[in-house]
């Protein structure tokens, strides 16, 4: 069943892609849960050398989207909450503690 292009227009209008992790908000994350770069590795599945590089960098660390994402779960599921630039709760861009 062929789509109505206005609709996949629309919808691609709507759609906004997840910020990417910055290395400042993981050296953030990671000090407020109080974790060491071996144990953000091990709870993340990557290596301690990749957990190195992406801290290296307060912008967008320069690898691969799947690693951002590891990380940034492993943060969350230790109790981190990530806030975009442009968040409307309080603060802007940088993390916090889950309630």
């Known amino acids: 069943m062929p789509r109505n292009s206005a609709v996949v227009r629309h919808h691609a209008a709507l759609y906004k ?3 990417m992790l910055t290395g400042k908000q993981i050296r953030a994350a990671r000090a407020l849960l109080g974790w060491t770069s071996s144990q953000l ?4 599945s990557v290596s301690y050398a990749t957990v190195s590089r992406t801290e290296q960098t307060d912008d967008v660390p320069p690898v691969r989207a799947t690693i951002l ?3 940034q779960g492993a943060l969350e599921r230790g109790g981190v909450v990530f806030l975009d630039p442009g968040d409307t709760r309080t603060g802007g861009a940088g993390v916090r503690m889950r309630e």
Do not use: F
Request: proline content about 20%; hydrophobic content about 70%.
């Open 41 to 44: 590795a091990e709870a993340a």
């Open 69 to 71: 994402a590891a990380i």
């Open 17 to 19: 892609p997840p910020a």
